[in-house]
């Protein structure tokens, strides 16, 4: 129903802190886009301006091609999860849905009809009465979306909603917000560090990085083609393994050794080599590519698949086998990945095309 | 081994029990002296009461010949029956019932005005970003170093100015200045997760929407102690009230409690200062007691 469009958007708070360095962002609409990267990286804050709640220090924010920078956040007509889901403690769940509508003066039964079908799609009927202390945290979370729902605003805006949940519930509410959010055909910007959910929830994924966009792109093209270390060792997990042959790539834990070990021919620029554990291959060579012996330190079997943490020429890396291993500590096992699945990154940690 | 085990088992029994007789986690002796202290505590401060109550049931020449019965005697009905219904001439022309009155809207003035006035200044100090701000927030909190009794001087003189001698209000207003109870909405406010308030922000409530629907709501509790404290404060004044009353019915009952004890002893009617002492306790305990009520529903019912 909408679009959301950023354009060179800037935050500098009062203090000085610069939070975002100007971002350029453009959502399809429908679409869920993902804000994902580490703590502090300014995803809240983005999100807040695009909420209306911050101001916007330079740049503009656009919903449905109308420039939105003056307009409260009652009058942007966004719906917010937070991420202590900020339910009115004294009001009923019905309450807590029906109050922004009571508040843009809707009639009762119209009010009355919308809460009562949220509640139907959230399984919320039964609870209407209660108050939120009296509610799970999972059923909390689930009043939260329906104060969203009910409203049926242009975007969904979701700021680490599901963290405050544990794992298993949060694996089932993943799956229902993106069932939700395509059911309901509603444009959403979705705020998280957990790179398994920004993984499987968007449709467009936005990595950040200090302030500035590292990569926006699918989800599959960014694990894919990461365009840089930082990426590369935030997205994935376990993190691909980054080999360096010079120290001082920004932001990426990686091993420095001599990369001419490896029998790798490397594009011209390139100082550091990635490849992620799940493309090293245990069977006998028959491609080009990179070749090594990984003398084992740990084995770490997790069910159907284990990880063998070792080193090979100076370097650490971790390398995924499926199901069991047999390997132990201290066996040197021949490992090689193709050539097609290595990533090459310059002495900036960009990408260099192989 | 069979041994070794029973005495292990025995062992964990003795445990079991000197863990059960510690089971509230405080010895049994220092719950007894804890209990004596406290009994030891109320006799002291009932007492007082309780004379004060055995002094209402007796008549004038009984109080005045020492000493006092420890037990009630049996004027109480007639004593009560004087001081509520009749005896209008002693204090100033002036029946119980007007003095009462006057009391209870004093007290209802300053408590109901203090905490209308405070929510209102601590909303603003919390959250509302304006020139100055802080400067305001100085300003109240200087006056709690400044008391009624330190600005009494002043403070009479505007209320001469003003023609506010002998009127509630000049007996109400004064009383209602002051940073106390402000500083502890503020307090409270600051504790209202910011999330909470960017919620509200999103569902369209404006400044005025989120006061009454939210954060009233949320401060009933606090709103409920203060009153109880302030109502009591109010109750209790005595050197405004007495500076700024000249007319017996515009008297507060505690002000009228001092009149009726003249300088000779024998002129005092002993037995009706000690009813109108009586008198004078039960507002603010009824008070207490009904808010108390109040208090366990909002402990229950609010909470984050
Ligand atoms: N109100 C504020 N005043 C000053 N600086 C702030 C304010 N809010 C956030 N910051 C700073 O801005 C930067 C970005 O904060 P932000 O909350 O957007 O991070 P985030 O990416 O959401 O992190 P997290 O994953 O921990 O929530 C941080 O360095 C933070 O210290
Ligand atoms: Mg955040």
Redesign the interface.
């Known amino acids: 129903m909408a679009t959301v469009e950023l354009n060179g958007v800037r935050k500098v708070y009062a203090g000085g802190v610069e939070a975002v360095k100007g971002v350029d962002i453009k959502i399809a609409d429908k679409a869920l886009c993902v804000l994902v990267g580490p703590s502090g990286c300014g995803k809240s804050t983005l999100l ?1 301006m695009i ?1 209306g ?1 911050e101001t916007i220090s330079d740049g503009t924010v656009s919903i449905d091609g109308k420039v939105v920078n003056t307009i ?3 009058e942007r007509d ?3 999860v ?3 889901y ?5 009001m009923k769940v019905y309450d807590n849905m029906a ?2 509508l009571r ?2 003066g809707m009639k009762k039964p119209e009010i009355d009809e919308r809460v009562k079908r949220a509640a139907e799609t959230l399984e919320l009927s039964a609870l209407l009465d209660r ?1 939120p ?1 009296e509610l799970s945290g999972g059923q909390r979370q689930r009043v939260a979306m329906g ?1 969203a729902i009910v409203r049926n605003p242009k975007v969904f805006l979701f700021d680490e909603p599901l963290s405050n949940l544990d794992a298993k519930l949060r694996g089932q509410m993943r799956v229902e917000i993106k069932n939700l959010q395509r059911a309901l055909g509603v444009t959403s910007v979705y705020v998280t560090h957990d790179q398994l959910e920004a993984m499987t929830l968007a449709d467009q994924l936005v990595v950040m990085n200090g302030g500035l966009v590292e990569q926006i792109g699918a989800p599959l093209d960014i694990y894919e083609q990461p365009a840089s270390t930082f990426v590369a060792s935030f997205i994935g997990a376990p993190p691909m393994n980054l080999l360096g042959s010079e120290q001082g790539t920004k932001g990426a834990s990686l091993t420095v050794g001599d990369l001419s070990g490896l029998g790798v021919t490397v594009p011209p620029g390139t100082t550091t080599l990635g490849v992620r554990p799940e493309d090293f291959r245990l069977d006998a060579p028959a491609a080009e590519g990179l070749r090594t012996e990984l003398t084992v330190v740990a084995v770490e079997p997790v069910g159907a698949e284990s990880f063998l943490h070792g080193t090979a020429s100076d370097f650490r890396m971790v390398v995924r086998v499926p199901g069991r291993s047999s390997a132990q500590p201290g066996d040197r096992v021949p490992v090689w990945a193709e050539r097609f699945k290595l990533h090459f990154f310059d002495r900036n940690g960009r990408r260099v095309q192989a | 081994m069979a041994e070794a085990q029973g005495q292990a088992k025995g062992a964990a029994v003795a445990l079991g029990r000197r863990e059960d007789g510690a089971m509230i986690g405080i010895p049994r002796r220092s719950r007894y002296i804890a209990h004596v202290a406290l009994i030891l505590g109320i006799l002291i401060v009932a007492f007082p009461i309780y004379y004060t109550f055995v002094a209402s049931t007796h008549s004038l020449q009984t109080i005045l010949r020492p000493p006092l019965p420890l037990l009630p005697g049996r004027e109480f009905f007639n004593n009560y029956y004087e001081a509520l219904f009749g005896g209008v001439g002693r204090i100033g022309g002036v029946d119980v019932w007007t003095l009462l009155l006057n009391s209870t809207i004093v007290a209802l003035g300053i408590a109901i005005g203090k905490i209308i006035i405070s929510l209102l200044s601590a909303y603003a100090i919390v959250f509302f970003r304006f020139p100055l701000r802080m400067v305001f927030f100085w300003l109240i909190f200087i006056t709690l170093m400044l008391p009624v009794e330190v600005r009494i001087l002043p403070t009479y003189k505007v209320m001469v100015d003003l023609n506010l001698i002998d009127t509630y209000t000049g007996l109400i207003v004064p009383l209602i200045a002051s940073a106390t109870a402000t500083l502890l909405f503020r307090q409270f406010f600051l504790t209202i ?1 910011g ?2 308030v ?8 404006g400044p005025w ?1 989120f006061f009454k ?2 954060l009233l ?2 401060s009933r509790t606090n709103i409920a102690a203060l009153f109880v404290i302030l109502f009591i404060y109010g109750w209790t004044q005595y050197l405004w009230p007495l500076l700024v009353t000249n007319r017996n019915d515009m008297n507060t009952i505690v002000i009228a409690l001092r009149k009726m004890i003249s300088f000779a002893d024998a002129d005092t009617q002993w037995h009706l200062v000690m009813v109108t002492c009586m008198l004078a306790i039960v507002p603010p305990v009824l008070v207490v007691v009904l808010m108390q009520r109040w208090f366990v529903r909002g402990l229950v ?4």
């Open positions: 807040r909420a709640l409260g956040p009652a966004i719906a917010m937070f991420q202590n900020a339910l009115y403690p004294h109050y922004g508040n843009r108050r202390r104060r | 997760p999330e909470l960017e919620a509200a922000r999103v569902d369209g409530a929407r629907d939210i709501p949320l019912e609010t909470e984050k």
